[in-house]
């Protein structure tokens, strides 16, 4: 593969944000999900816990830990996962698929009793922090933010109301994810879609 400013080009002669082009996984990761508009929420939940899973971990850590995460929370269906108990807790722990650190099991069902009495739900929730204008597509990645006004916005609303391990960082990860952002950069085949 050769390398063209923050591009790469695979071997399948598409063009892809450089970060996409580390690994298979990252690439079908870049190539399905990432900057998709995603809707509903279960699937933002799942999001917000696996952003909250990744702290102070590579993304690729938890990607490839994302099925068995998804089978040891009840595919982070939101009541499913707000009733999971302390005895829960502890086989969570002893998984050795996921990623086995308790704060962060407990603080994943902990938002799930959160998001679940947010008034319009978590997807009318996390939209409302979605940027309203667009702006210019980046050429490269030291043009991409790590966090925004927006973003900021996002953890703190999520955190006045109780949701953990979230911040602007992270939160505007998440909107890269699901599309309230679209960050693929110029050149990239993501971004002509």
């Known amino acids: 593969m050769g390398r063209v400013q923050d591009l790469l080009t695979g071997e399948d002669g598409l063009p892809r944000c450089g970060w996409a082009g580390t690994t298979g996984d990252y690439a079908e990761y870049h190539d399905q999900e ?22 102070g971990l590579a993304w690729i850590t938890v990607l490839r830990k994302r099925e068995a995460f998804r089978t ?66 980046p050429k490269s ?21 109780g949701v953990k391990f979230i911040g602007p960082t992270s939160a505007y990860a998440l909107m890269q994810a699901t599309g309230m952002v679209d960050d693929h950069l110029a050149g990239c085949f993501r971004a002509a879609k």
């Open 34 to 55: 990432w900057g998709r508009t995603l809707h509903g929420d279960d699937a933002l939940f799942e999001r917000l816990s696996l952003e909250g899973f990744q702290a």
């Open 72 to 137: 040891a929370f009840k595919n982070f269906q939101i009541d499913a996962v707000a009733a999971l108990t302390k005895a829960d807790v502890e086989d969570l722990l002893a998984n050795p698929g996921i990623i086995r650190s308790r704060a962060k099991i407990e603080s994943a069902i902990h938002n799930a009793h959160i998001v679940r009495d947010l008034p319009d739900g978590l997807d009318a929730f996390l939209w409302s922090f979605a940027p309203t204008a667009t702006r210019r597509r």
């Open 141 to 161: 990645f030291s043009q991409v933010p790590t966090q925004t006004p927006e973003s900021t916005a996002m953890a703190k609303s999520l955190k006045k109301n």
